[in-house]
């Protein structure tokens, strides 16, 4: 596509239902990002993917959180058992090269989290 | 802890006016990237900055990078409506590269 693709742009939940995000990156980026955004905030680290591995979970919040790529290209963010502190925007971005130097990161628009 | 932290938070500027943020850091980097975020929209890649450089431009943006001081600032000249929004510095660690680290932002208010 012409560009990273995020959906559902908007999901409102109750507490304790699960929930997925996808993120469907630029055709040809081998790398994968998932980064949370609170109010206000900068951005969180969440998850890195260099084609379908994630050498990196470290940034997840808990184990509630697991994220999957598939194919070298969907990515699938999990939250279950969602909890009010949850709520945010979740950002995908994909890049060309991931790695030991990281260029530029093309960014979605995001999914906004909310969670009654 | 967040890697980069820009500064100042928010500015408010008239239309025309210079705005310049500033980031500092506190380990050692490949490179340092400059984002802008639009409300409620995700975020724009403005420039690039390598640890080997001291200045770079891009159209209306200048930014610098001053390795031995963990800093780097970006300037936007001639500043217009359209240049409202969020600005984000990202660093990569020498140690894990792809972890790139965001700040909290400085927010730019462009009065017409």
């Known amino acids: 596509g012409a560009g990273v693709s995020q959906s559902p742009s908007n999901k409102v939940t109750e507490k304790g239902k699960d929930v997925e995000l996808r993120c469907d990156p630029i055709?040809?980026?081998?790398?994968l990002y998932w980064y949370r955004q609170s109010l206000g905030q900068g951005l969180e680290f969440l998850i890195y993917?260099?084609?379908?591995?994630?050498?990196?979970k470290s940034g997840l919040p808990s184990d509630r959180f697991s994220a999957e790529r598939t194919g070298g290209s969907v990515s699938t963010l999990t939250i279950q058992r969602t909890q009010q502190e949850d709520s945010a925007v979740y950002l995908c971005?994909?890049?060309?090269?991931?790695?030991?130097?990281?260029?530029?990161?093309?960014f979605g628009e995001g999914s906004r989290l909310t969670v009654l | 802890s967040q890697q980069g932290e820009e500064d100042p938070q928010a500015l408010s500027i008239q239309e025309g006016e210079n705005a310049t943020m500033n980031c500092s850091y506190k380990?050692?980097?490949?490179?340092l990237q400059w984002y802008r975020q639009n409300s409620g929209r995700g975020l724009v890649h403005l420039i690039l900055?390598?640890?080997?450089?001291r200045e770079k431009h891009s159209g209306r943006l200048r930014v610098t990078l001053d390795t031995s001081k963990k800093s780097s600032s970006l300037l936007i000249t001639a500043s217009r409506a359209a240049d409202t929004a969020s600005y984000f510095c990202?660093?990569?660690?020498?140690?894990?590269?792809?972890?790139?680290?965001f700040g909290a932002g400085t927010t730019v208010t462009v009065r017409a």
């Open positions: 971005a994909s890049s060309l090269e991931g790695g030991r130097v990281t260029g530029e990161l093309f």
């Open positions: 055709s040809g980026h081998t790398a």
């Open positions: 993917f260099q084609g379908n591995s994630a050498p990196d």
């Open positions: 380990t050692s980097i490949n490179n």
């Open positions: 900055i390598r640890s080997n450089e």
């Open positions: 990202a660093t990569g660690r020498r140690s894990n590269d792809y972890k790139l680290s």
